[in-house]
């Protein structure tokens, strides 16, 4: 599993509270990325990182900002989480020459 | 950017019968395709994958096959068992240079 955990596993919000997720991984890996999973969209990228302090935004970058100030963990932030950001959050590292992605647990949020 | 489709987005068989799931994708400058199998409230996991300079890849009752000229590319499942039964998502990347891109998915039921 590459050693990739997140936290929390689970949260439920209200509307206009920040809200920060956390990805920590144990492989070293130069390359880390946040997705969001919602039914019918399948996974789409929200921030990746390819380095420490060097990240760039994927297609769904809206609402969300990202850090990286260690190899070993990224940070996904919603400033003021809305009722449109609920969605499973799935940390992701890899992406090297081989390709692969190995995926976290995932991040249940629910903003009520 | 890339754009990946994914068809059907649900599919189901009898245990015993092959399944195929085809993607099609946009850039033709992509040539690393990925297939990532998600088992209910489970993280994606990597199943197979294939680079351009191939048309078909095997391991054991999965197969992929590539046509880059009509950039598309599909997953084939034979003998399928109940535990085949999954959502799967294809991807995209020209790798090195982009991220990945996923198809929506399909969820394959696998009746015994």
């Known amino acids: 599993d590459a050693g990739i955990t997140q936290s929390p596993r689970h949260k439920v919000t209200e509307t206009g509270t920040p809200v920060t997720l956390r990805c920590h991984q144990t492989?070293?890996?130069?390359?880390m990325y946040w997705y969001r999973q919602d039914p019918g969209h399948g996974l789409r990228l929200i921030h990746y990182s390819y380095g420490v302090k060097d990240t760039d935004k994927g297609e769904v970058s809206d609402g969300y900002s990202v850090s990286r100030s260690k190899t070993e963990d990224f940070l996904l932030t919603l400033e003021s989480a809305t009722s449109s950001q609920t969605s499973v959050y799935f940390c992701?590292?890899?992406?090297?020459?081989?390709?692969?992605?190995?995926f976290g647990e995932g991040s249940r949020l629910t903003v009520l | 950017g890339e754009n990946v489709e994914q068809h059907p987005s649900t599919l189901s068989v009898q245990e015993g019968d092959s399944a195929v799931i085809k993607c099609t994708y946009s850039?033709?400058?992509?040539?690393?395709f990925p297939w990532y199998k998600q088992e209910l409230g489970k993280r994606p996991q990597l199943i197979i994958d294939i680079r351009s300079n191939v048309g078909e890849k095997k391991d054991q009752r999965i197969a992929v096959t590539l046509n880059k000229t009509a950039k598309h590319f599909s997953l084939h499942i034979t003998e399928t068992q109940p535990e085949d039964s999954a959502v799967y998502f294809c991807a995209a990347a020209y790798s090195g240079y982009s991220t990945l891109t996923f198809g929506k998915g399909t969820m394959l039921l696998v009746s015994p």
């Open positions: 492989e070293n890996h130069r390359y």
């Open positions: 850039d033709s400058a992509s040539n690393y």
């Open positions: 992701a590292t890899g992406g090297g020459n081989t390709g692969e992605l190995f």
